[in-house]
């Protein structure tokens, strides 16, 4: 605001009618003279206000002319009347002029109104123009004629440089321009002058003290009566803050690449209509891509194809809107498997609120969505359960809003799960049981505690019935409410028996004697005052004999002491008694007998009466006897033969195993046993495959059948082999019964064979390139051979009478092309193990695969592999070195043929094939089904010495790598599906001319 208070005092000193405008032609501002002429105040003058100083009959063709300048933002004069403030027209020429900021955007107009007599009678250096403005405006200005010589430059332009007027004039400008900045400046001026259009340039200008800064040059062109340029005016904007800002910001974001590719996340940022422009290192490395590759919209290319329309019109839609992105779409990796991800961007603003950027991660949520589709297929089947259960069920929120409701409850309510969800369900309660229910309801929501409560319920048909209503809160792992389940029970057949029990009790006893068993009842405190009819025949003791504590007398003497002790702590807490002891016969024969006695509360919930039986249970207890000798010779027959038995409950994760069990995992007998405690006890590298079983078993898969290492803590590494068979116990809950041998040592006994294996496997290899060898050697030795016999012909004919000359110029001629062939062969050699640059030659890559297949048959027999080629017969040739490559081709078939070695329970398979990939590069695979290696050490076996066989030197992939590396090409392995692994290169193929 100061600087436009200072621009309006400069104008108001002027003598001219001067006049500012917005950049859109809006005026905001006339001098003194402008107002004292046309009469009119300085608020009624801007805007529209100044246009009613213009004659009637101009003003429609001033304002179209005025409109077209602002629109070509160029420097114009505009003849027009203007209506002085006693009446009188008089003409005058309105000139104007731009000022443009920093961007190179007009931000301002500037103008005088000049009388044309005045124009036509002063002489030319007398004539008012802009050179007032422009001398006193805040910036460094000039002016030059149309051919570009410089006719003025302000005050602040030679302050600024400390140069003359006359040294600056004509081209003497270009003085103060930095030597590395003025070709470039000229350049532009020059094609400005030419064109006629704006100039709109940087360079650097040396300040009066010899310091140079960057300075914005903005030129526009002012055209006369005729459409010619008549003139050019100019400003110089100081941008060197700008320029070090620009510098800084450019170097911040080198640094937010870098920490963009730290960060443990992929990463994207896009121009604002969506254009990509980076994409971090994390997101190349996933989807295989280079940054090349993937800029623009070619990183759709890895968006799978069911998703990739739907992202791609959310992405639009959210350019156009400017709302951020929360969107999940599948990527393919680049080994084309394809896997979840969660797109969120946000975009960037400038201080206006414009987009400038887009910045966005994708995140990895496949593990997520899997989770989230067992969860819903679990919801799904837990609806399914409580629906089958037969009795009405329900859930609530922790606030008590009903959320769900059985299909069992509805069909007895007559309701649908809309009409019954939230509060509604307590329509259907007796009118006499609701209050106190809803009540004792919201208690219990208050309190956390369980709910134990009856009421009735009304049916579809208006029948009302008795219903037991139990409930408990589920918390969380913090131990908040987050859910009530409960249930409902039919209760009302109970309340009917247990009125007529009530009205029937005094027939008890005669219902006891009529039982088929042993039957007896007490006083509170114990005293025995009744024993059946059929307690009394199979004892020979009368009811009175009997009577208080002398029933003891028919218990056997070991069994009493016991048996007393635990009726006596059943009388002192009132719980059940539940014991055995042996009860004589009236013939003296001893039979065991199952004692149990149930207290009998009143309706004040005190003890009344205690009820009892004694069942026979001698045949159980000789069939235990029987079972127990069965599983002494189990656990010895496991003890034997290292194999413990086992049964898994799925559903509750409960395990019970023999002792044999314990002992092989290292537990103390009676340990409670769960997947958790086993899977602490797994070798990390096996518990994907403990994974595995547990996803196989929550399949139902019918037979599991796993192999697996446990690490105990005393250090011991155990190998586990598990069968176990599929089982439905009576509920019908799935279980799992089988049986966990200790293979410990039979393993170590396989590693002994395999690594005796392994020194057959060296030996072939080294078998092998001693065939490589004698290749290389018989190579060699055909040019020498040749060198040899054409040396013996050169000696002939020069010795021949007369000498045959030009015979022995063409054998020299020979002789130097095998010395060639034969050098050929050595350089060749010395750069396959020198690691110097391959020898470039076309290589049909099938024949050199042919070639090393063929000096590996022995090695591939002896190992009992089975070979399959696959070779595409179309290839173009690769260039490169024939023998490194063979190296490569030899390394890669050695290592797969040992990765099978130690394979039993499977054919041994080796399948090598050619083809092309998708860059339509010659490529190599080799393809195995042995031991496999995870995907995180993949990439680590390339890295020198590092090696997974016990007598690898760890230099041979590394070797390969750098082989490939050398021919332009790439070397990579990844796991196999199920097994095994797969090694492959790539190489750009070679199409001769």
Known sequence: MTLEKDIAVLADALSGMVWA???????????????????????????MGWASAVHPDEL????????????????????????????QYRRFLLSSCPVRDEGGRISRWYGMATETAQVDAAPPAARPDLRSIIENIPMSAWSTDADGNCDFVNQRWLSYTGASLDAA?????????????????????????ASGKSMNAEARMRRFDGVYRWFLFLGNPLHGEDGRISKWFG??????????????????????????????????????DGYCDFLSDRWLDYAGFTAEQ???????????????????????????????????????RFDGVYRWFLFRANPFRDAAGEIVKWYGTNVDIEDRKNAQEALQASERDLDRIINTIPTTAWSTRPDGYCDFLSDRWLDYAGFTAEQAIGWNWSSVIHPEDAPGLIAYWQGCLAAGTPVDVEARMRRFDGVYRWFLFR??????????????????????????????????????????????????????????????????EFTGISAIQAQGWDWKAAIHPDDVKDLVDRWQTALATGQPLDSEARMRRFDGAYRWFLFRGNPLHDDAGILVRWYGTNVDIEDRKRAEERLLRSELLLAEGQRVSQTGSFYW?????????????????????GTPISLGRVAALVHAEDLPALNELIAQALEGSENLLHELRLKLPDGCLVFLRINASRNRDREGRLEYIGAIQDVTERRRSEQALAETRSELAYMARVASMGALTASIAHEVNQPLTGIIANGSACMRMLCADPPNVEGAIETVRRTIRDSHRAADVIVRLRTLFARRDAAAEPVDLNEATREVIALSVSELQRNLVTLHTEFDESLDPIRGDRMQLQQVILNLLMNASSAMSTIESRSRVLVIRTDRDADRWVRFSI?????????????????PLYTTKSNGLGIGLSVSRAIVESHGGRLWGAPGETDGATFSFAIPGHTQD
């Open 235 to 272: 400003t110089n904007v100081d941008v060197e803050d700008r320029r070090q800002a620009e510098d800084a910001l450019r170097a911040s974001e080198r640094n937010l690449v870098r920490i963009i590719n730290t960060i443990p996340t992929t990463a994207w940022s896009t121009r604002p």
């Open 471 to 536: 409930a408990n809160p589920w918390h969380d792992a913090e131990g908040r409410i987050v859910k009530w389940y409960g249930t409902n029970v039919d209760i009302d057949d109970r309340k009917k028996t247990d009125e007529i029990l009530r009205a029937s009790e005094r027939n008890l006893s005669l219902i006891i004697n009529t039982i088929p068993m042993l039957a007896w009842a007490t006083r509170p405190d114990g005293f025995c005052d009744f024993v059946n009819q059929r307690w009394i």
């Open 649 to 669: 409950r799925v559903e509750s994760d409960t395990i019970r195993g023999s002792d044999e069990l314990y002992r092989i995992l290292g537990l103390q007998v």
């Open 21 to 47: 405008a917005d950049a859109d032609g809006s005026v905001r501002f006339v001098n003194r003279h402008w107002r004292d002429y046309a009469g009119i105040e300085s608020p009624d003058a801007t805007d």
């Open 294 to 332: 993937a800029i623009g919209w070619n990183w759709s290319s890895v968006i799978h194809p069911e998703d990739a329309p739907g992202l791609i019109t959310y992405w639009q839609g959210c350019l156009a809107a400017g709302t951020p992105v929360d969107v999940e779409a599948r990527m393919r």
């Open 169 to 193: 004039s004509g081209w003497g400008w270009e003085a103060v321009i930095h030597p590395d900045d003025l070709p470039g400046l000229r350049t532009e001026w020059q094609a400005c002058l």
């Open 60 to 87: 429609p063709r001033f304002l179209e002319r005025w409109r077209g300048v602002v629109a070509l933002g160029e420097a114009a004069e505009i003849d027009v009347r203007l209506r002085r403030h006693d009446g």
């Open 927 to 943: 393809q195995d089904n042995g031991v496999g290696i995870g995907a995180e050490h993949i990439e680590r076996l390339f890295d």
